[in-house]
């Protein structure tokens, strides 16, 4: 016990307000080149994105995402370590695809064309190849909805090599898109593989994947897209 006083007495003595200053220094320094904490944010925003796929509860869509974009920039441009950054990206991507929808709705074109390229980017850079394909997917709807089904094809058939061969809800609505792009561009044998792709895809969907919301792929979205597209191979393009 002597011997333990008399240390906390010299250490006291030593603890002098530049040693104080000297230890505080050296432990920020050390602190800061540690990863930082996952941003507070972060869950409230991927969860924000999320329930958007569900619609906006009679708010304003643009300016709700708005509000959350400038939330989400911040954070994006300080460093963090690699998977908050992916999760960053992630939510990023999803946000401003389902925005380049909204501003689709909206008859803004120009606009969302450019959310779409923001969302491909950010899509790409989260390493989330199932986002990066949903995103193309959406986009392909674009110029298939206003007369261009070779560009829908090109951006579809992307999205089906982004998403690979596993059910899910990306890779199901990249083949359905691809059939409706195909039939209507004149190759019924494309138009052939990318039906029974989706169909295919569709049955083996998982449940988690079947709801109806903008980054799922529901029954009813299958039904319509694989009518549109056996029309399409029947009939040709409809007049414009």
Known sequence: MKRRSLLRGALA???????LAALTAARTHVDQALSPDTPQD?????????????????????????????????????????PIRARLCRTAGQM?????????????????????????????????DQLHAWVLSREAMVPLNY?????AAELADQARLA???????????????????????????????????ADALMNRLPESQRSDTSLTYSEQKHHVHLSHAYTARRYGPCPQ
């Open 13 to 19: 003595a030593g603890l002098t307000a530049p040693a």
């Open 42 to 82: 972060l869950a409230d925003l991927e969860a924000a994105a999320e329930s958007y796929g569900y619609g906006y509860h009679g708010q304003a869509p643009t300016r709700v995402l708005a509000t959350d974009f400038t939330a989400l920039r911040p954070l994006l441009t300080v460093p963090q370590p690699a």
């Open 96 to 128: 401003a695809g389902i925005t380049a929808i909204v501003l689709h709705d909206l008859g803004s074109r120009q606009q969302s064309r450019a959310s779409f390229a923001t969302a491909a980017r950010a899509g790409a850079e989260s390493g989330d």
């Open 147 to 151: 007369g261009a089904p070779r560009a």
């Open 163 to 197: 998403a690979g061969t596993r059910p899910t809800a990306a890779a199901t609505l990249a083949a359905a898109v691809a059939a409706r792009a195909h039939a209507l561009n004149h190759q019924p044998a494309q138009a052939r593989a990318a039906l029974a792709a």
